[in-house]
């Protein structure tokens, strides 16, 4: 994933952009940067990993070394940036937010004889650095972003700071990713999170339609590109990355987990499927919500089982290696043993990707003196790795647990049922939930229907990316 904040001002903001991006942190734990806009200097970039060392601490110098009065920022878990590009179309810094499948093709295509690329790791190409070759074959910077809006297969959503001062914010071609506007007395803000800029005094102006393209400057907004008809939002963007806080297309992230929840328990209900739980509990953080909205609903007392250490330990995602994911993740947790020692206990879980940090949690549980351990799921079994956003580290889908299970259960041939196992009320369906809970050690697993997450968003399913979970574009 990534976060993008950037600000155009009538002063210096590059104090306000520090703190924007350092909001987005959520959403990326590899690199950042920042580049900065100044009438004497122009045009200045900084970029560092952050994977060890938080974005706070690592910019934490910045204001000593640049200045300016228009920047952007970039939190990334992929491709160093934002780049600064020169080309026919002056000088511009850039950063790219998405996903594109088809990038060996592009450059195939438009950009064989166009010189050189930065290879990442593995010969992998900078998606930044593509996109805005693909913008400079064009004649202005709206043609450019229509062009790669065109040719993408996947998703890009674009901020570009030019030489000027001014920044241009182009939505991604469905909207997949929200981009929110923020005005004040001097200037105008554009991020991911909307909370970032009401944070540091913006006031909520107004998202950015799919495909739509604007110009800020601290004087207006120009829409060089109306908004298109066709949405796919990333239906994900509620139930996991999503900070709390924040709204997208009318609807607040931790609102919509408490209903999610509340439609989870109120199926339980139904089935006396939670008889003799004791305590709901929340995976912090973001399954907390939902724990929330299914305490509220089933009447069961909600409580924090165990506790995450985060002073010192970094996100539990943030190495490379599985195993060390898991060694961090069991440093985090610390038991409250009078909530658990011969407790039924019910946990709620943003999501289960690879199930391989949730079997730490529950060992740990029953380590701990937990009688019984019981597990739902916010979102229906994830049977598809992304390809528009890249939330997903793995390229092998046979690194998601349900497809693992399906293998196990039927071989190869159960992709033909994918449907069926995703719903819980097939024997297939049910086969998968048991067999996983037996490899868990779980009392019982459930997942949320894709139904009941779109219910709990309220949006049109046709305005909803849920490709994750049944493979629909």
């Known amino acids: 994933m990534g976060g993008y904040f950037g600000i155009v001002s009538k002063q210096d903001c590059i104090e306000d952009v520090f ?177 970032a800029h009401q944070k540091l005094g913006f006031e909520d102006l107004r998202e950015l339609g799919p495909a ?49 929840g509340k439609i989870m328990a109120q199926r339980d209900n139904e089935t006396a499927a939670c008889e003799g739980v004791d305590y709901v509990c929340g995976m912090p953080d973001s399954g907390t919500p939902h724990a929330i909205g299914y305490a509220n609903e089933s009447h069961l007392p909600f409580a924090r089982a165990y506790i995450k250490y985060t002073p010192t330990w970094s996100r539990s995602f943030t190495p490379s290696k599985q195993s060390d994911r898991n060694r961090i993740a069991r440093m985090k947790q610390i038991a409250v043993p009078a909530l658990i020692e011969d407790k039924s206990l019910l946990l709620v879980d943003d999501s289960i990707v690879r199930g391989t940090q949730l079997k730490e949690t529950v060992d740990f549980l029953y380590d701990s003196g937990a009688k019984e351990v019981h597990m739902r799921s916010a979102c229906p079994p994830i049977m598809f790795n992304c390809k528009y956003l890249n939330f997903s580290r793995s390229n092998n889908e046979m690194d998601l647990i349900a497809r693992r299970t399906i293998v196990e259960l039927e071989g190869e041939e159960g992709f033909a049922h994918l449907d069926e196992y995703s719903d819980g009320t097939t024997e297939r369906g049910k086969r998968l939930r048991q067999h996983m ?37």
């Open 212 to 260: 739509e393209i604007v110009e800020l400057t601290p004087n207006g907004i120009t829409v060089l590109a109306p908004a298109g008809e066709e949405m796919r939002m990333c239906a994900f963007l509620w139930s996991y990355y999503g900070y709390s806080t924040s709204s997208y297309e009318g609807v607040n992230v931790e609102l919509m987990r408490y209903h999610n």
């Open 19 to 195: 703190f924007g991006t350092d909001y987005h942190s959520h959403l990326g734990t590899r690199r950042a940067g920042i580049a900065v806009y100044d009438p004497e200097i122009g045009l200045q970039r900084e970029i560092h990993s952050i994977q060890t060392t938080p974005f706070r601490a690592r910019f934490k110098d910045i204001f000593d070394e640049m200045q300016g009065t228009s920047a952007i920022g970039c939190i990334s878990d992929y491709y160093p940036q934002p780049l600064l590009i020169r080309s026919k179309l002056g000088t511009y810094a850039i950063c790219v937010t998405g996903a594109i499948n088809n990038a060996e093709q592009l450059m195939e295509t438009y950009l064989a004889d166009g010189g050189h690329f930065d290879a990442m790791t593995g010969g992998a190409v900078n998606v930044t650095e593509l996109v805005g070759a693909l913008i400079n074959l064009k004649s202005d910077f709206v043609s450019g972003i229509h062009f790669v809006q065109e040719q993408v297969d996947g998703t890009a959503s674009i901020l570009i700071l030019k030489d000027d001062g001014s920044i241009i914010a182009a939505r991604d071609r469905v909207g997949r990713l929200p981009i929110w506007i923020g005005q004040r007395e001097d200037g105008y803000s554009v991020g991911f999170e909307p909370f």
């Open 437 to 473: 809970a037996d490899k868990l050690h779980l009392g019982s697993l459930d997942f949320q229907s894709l139904e009941g997450v779109i219910e709990a968003i309220g949006l049109p399913p046709c305005k909803l990316c849920t490709y994750c979970w049944n493979g629909k574009e």
